[in-house]
């Protein structure tokens, strides 16, 4: 390494060294770089957010892990930057550790990173807060096809919320709706009719069936109105289909006391067949809000 300057740039032979198990060569490159690195898994860990169950640290193991795989297959005869070969391996091997630790089904740590390159190409545009629509249109522009449940199974890991308040929240007349939660656990007591019971008690069979879907669907996993037209009039809905039924047999498996089926995206859509609603943006929001009304204002 060149003496005299701070922050020299090591020679290239300095790296052959290393590559060849020079271990003092190797400590030169690893102090040399070591801002760098760190610098790199601060930024990206710094932007995945609700990463709880991953240590700074761990993502800082991953990112040197990164480091010691480019110095293993780069090349400095070729003319390149270390740094401008390493960054693109340091970020994938720090993104591959955070889907790890993420405990992601296989399908959605082969996604992970391309989605969230969309959501910094988003990020960039000033969309921080994307809708489903507009990730898979920013990933068809890579090429890329990945299956609505795959990506809603990633964002429900980093994000806790999928949607802005604003338009999709407004009632019938333009009323401000607070959001309500759909139960994920069960009550008792006199609470017990804010639960699934009382939607059935208050709704019936077939509009109870139909107002948990869209609850779940536009409260529990943060669709737009929209986007939930496009899955209940989708021809094709096997990926979507294994999608719905983790979520329900994960996240809500009490429903299925009282509405049996509900698991069963194929009949869900059946009962979709026979309106009301009509399958509209406009149409849907209008029902849910006010079936939503009856079941939390309609006197016993």
Sequence with gaps: ?????????????????????????????VEYHRPWVEKIARSLSSRLPNLGCCEKQDLLNDAWEGF??????????????????????????????????LGLSEAARRAFPHLFDALEKLAKKGVLNPTLSQIQEELEKEGLHIPLHVITEILNCIRPVLFTQGEEDSGPGGIEEGRWDPPKEPTDGETVMEGWDRIKDRLGEERGQKFVVLAILHEGLGYEWKEIVHLLSSRSPSDW???????????????LQYFPGLDDWEEVLCRFKCPPPHLSAANLRQWYFRRRLEVCHKSQ
């Design 68 to 101: 010691f795989k480019a110095l293993r297959r780069y090349d400095p005869d070729r003319g390149t930057r270390f740094e401008a070969y390493a960054e693109r391996v340091i970020r994938g091997a720090i993104i591959a550790g955070a889907a790890r630790c």
């Design 241 to 255: 289909a294994k999608g719905w039924a983790i979520h329900i047999q994960r996240d809500w498996p009490h429903v």
């Design 1 to 29: 390494m060149k003496e005299g300057r701070k922050g020299a740039r090591p020679e290239p032979s300095l790296y052959r060294r290393a590559a060849g198990g020079d271990r003092e060569a190797l400590e030169q490159l």
